[in-house]
């Protein structure tokens, strides 16, 4: 796990280690050096936020909550050889 901002996510530490993450910390600023990260907010903003109507979507949660499953059950990644995140986490398990 690569972060930028320890104190979000240190309530999670021990659950990392005990199943084998590393936390990795990057300065706080330099999104240069968070790509992964970087590259999914692109992923939501063009494949999800930009697609909205503000005006007729009511029920932003329930979108969201529907784009997140989709994205990472349904739609294929490059970066897992065209598997999903899902897919990818459970040949690992």
């Known amino acids: 796990m690569v972060a930028d901002v320890f104190w979000l996510y240190s309530c999670h530490v021990g659950a990392r280690k005990t199943r084998g993450f590393?936390?990795?910390y990057i300065?706080?600023?330099?999104?240069?050096?968070n790509g992964k990260v970087e590259r999914s907010h692109r992923s939501d903003q063009q494949e999800f936020y930009q697609l909205?109507?503000?005006k007729g979507d009511?029920?932003?949660?329930?979108?969201?909550?529907?784009w997140e499953r989709f994205y990472n059950f349904?739609?294929?990644?490059?970066?897992?050889?065209?598997?999903?995140?899902?897919?990818?986490?459970?040949?690992k398990l």
Do not use: I, M
């Not at 300065?27 to 050096?33: D, E, R």
């Not at 490059?78 to 459970?90: M, Q, S």
């Open 22 to 24: 590393r936390h990795a």
């Open 27 to 33: 300065k706080h600023g330099t999104p240069q050096l």
């Open 52 to 54: 909205l109507s503000y």
């Open 58 to 66: 009511v029920d932003l949660a329930a979108k969201l909550d529907e």
């Open 74 to 91: 349904h739609r294929p990644h490059g970066a897992f050889k065209g598997n999903t995140p899902y897919e990818a986490l459970r040949d």
